[in-house]
Every structure is written in structure tokens, then in C-alpha cells.
């Protein structure tokens, strides 16, 4: 493919609340064995996209582990493969990365020792399917300085966490809000975009010495009277986790058969760092219903509509429902787990009751579990 990619990876969300307090948004666990940056670099492998640049910055480690091999998605390439960058202190700088514009410029060199025309910019915390390829047709055939990839939310649907804008007949964006208090529209932004190579330089270059760091706010709002940039609207299911809510949602999406069809049966593939770990062992006198189950778990109780990550122990009477598990949970025996999302590597001590009445409830519990 005549494009390189950028993942912009190293923002943090207050709204994910306790769960990202030690790890980054894209690292967020998803559907039970994925995390949330699989389907972007999946993506970006199955659209043939060769040479891929993945930027992180808070709480890194999780990520950049996941991210230590490209073998996984298929990027280990003589020619191309997975780059993941991280801030740098060097003579002329010693900042962090002040926003997605400012991200890019501290790594320009990537671009400009690229010979690809194009670039394909995306989020690292959004879980989809998309072949880049027709976005970047539709760019070329509307002769576009920019293409971003826009989609209608259903009605009910709260869009103001998200970029709103307007469309003419033609499909050019002629209003563009970032974040507002109140949406005037349902169509948003998937912060999925397209853009020349050499143009992307020279406007990141231009922030940079006018003292502006942010893709949206100072390239396509500041720009879209005087930049032709065009919307490509997608229909295929597109979920964005920067919420606690948004993201027990989509997790809890993948209970539903058509959704479960769509990512794990239907070509392409979604790809991730595999880790060998027995299969899911249900012992006499557990009961498993509507749920996806991780190997490596041990289940001795019931569950019911839950996602149970990789290596969680489930013990004698426990009842889980309406609730995800991250990895390495232990759960004691007589535990009750209701509409709840327990952190990684927790665990719960004997007769702990945790109920979401008002909401989704994180549990957080540091107990050592061999003393129980």
C-alpha cells in the first residue's frame, strides 16, 4: 500500500477513571484475549499497510510490552515493520508530547525518511474493522488535501465526547467542533485520517513554529475553509473506549452472536500477542452462560453474561454476572460479583460482595491471595 501509518497511543482519559491508572488507554484489555490496539494494527496489516509507527507516552510499560514483537501483526518485514516511539529528552528538546501535533513533529524524522506518498493516522482506542484502502481511493478521487473517516451515531447516543461535524452534498466538512457541550450533529469523528506525506510535514512543521500541538484543534478545525478535507462515512461497527462505560459496553458487545461473527470469524482476522496458557477448565458443579471465557481460567461457581480474561480463578459458590475480569483475578469462594469490572491481578477475598447498583463499580482489591 502506497501509505505509512501512525498510531497515536499516548493520551490518557480521567473518564476511564481507576483503570488507567497503570495503563494506557490502547492497552486496555478487550473481548477476553485482545487488547485495544489489536484492531488498528490488525488493520493496518490486513490493508497491507508495510511500515507502521506506533507513538506512546502515559504509563507506557503495559503497552510497550505488548508491542515488543511485530511478529504478531505481521510487521516483521525487511523492508518496513512496527516503530514504537516514545519522548525523548535530546539537545534542542526535552519536552513531552503536548498533544497529537506535537507528538508527530518530535518524530517527523519517521516521515521524512519515508518515501510513501501517503499517511493514514489513527487512535489507538478504538475497536473496529476497516480496510484502509477504500478510504484512501476516496481520498484520491476527491483529489482531498484531507480525508477523515466520520460515522452517524444512533440516536439516543451521547456525541459530545466525541469530534462533531457537518457535511455538504459533496461530502466536504464545512463545520468541525471538537468536544462540544452540546452536538448539534450525530455524525463524529473516528479519528481515522488521510493526508499527503509532504503536506502532513509542512503543517506539522508550520504548528511547530507557531507554538501549536493539537492535530484536530489547530490543522483540521483552523484549516477546513482553507484545506479541502473531505468525510468518508462508514457504517460497520465502531466503538470508542475512553469512558468507563463506553468501555464495559463494548466489551459486553461481544456477548451478542453477530458482533462475535464479526471479529472472530469473519475475514479479515484480528490479530494479538498470543500467551500460551492451558485451556478454560470447568469443574464439577460450575455453570458458564452467555459468557466469554479466557484460557488459563479455573471456573468452580457460576457465571453468567461476563467476560473473564485470561488466568482468573473462579472458586466454590462464586456468582459472576453482568461483569468483566480482568486477567490473573483470583476470586475466593462465596464472592458475588455483580455489573462490575474487577482490575488485573486483584484479589477477592472470601464472602466479598461487590454490586454496580448505581453504575458500573471498579473493584480494586491488593490482597495477598496465599493467605487467605
Known sequence: MRAVGIVLAGGNSTKM???SNKRAIAAMPVAGSYRSIDFTLSNM????VQKVAVLTQYN???????LSSSKWWDFGRKQGGLFVFTPTITYDNSWWYRGTADAIYQNLSFLKNSHEPYVIITSGD????MDYNKVLEYHIQKKADITVVCKDLPAGEDASRFGILKMNEDHRIEEFEEKPMVAKSNTVSMGIYVIRRRQL????EKCALEGRHDFVKDILIRYKGLKRIYGFKTTGYWSNISTVESYYKTNMDFLKPEIRNFFFHQYPDIYSKVDDAPPAKYNVGSKVRNSLVSNGCIINGQVENSILFRK???GNNCVIKNS???????LGDNTHIENCIVESHDTIRANSYYSGDDGIKIVLEKNERYVL
Open 126 to 129: 478504538g475497536v473496529y474493522k
Open 312 to 314: 482468573v480463578f473462579v
Open 60 to 66: 507506557a510499560k503495559s503497552l510497550n510490552e505488548h
Open 201 to 204: 510535514i509542512e503543517l506539522i
Open 324 to 330: 468483566i475480569i480482568l486477567n490473573d483475578v483470583y
Open 45 to 48: 496489516s490486513n490493508s497491507h
Open 17 to 19: 477513571k481507576e483503570l
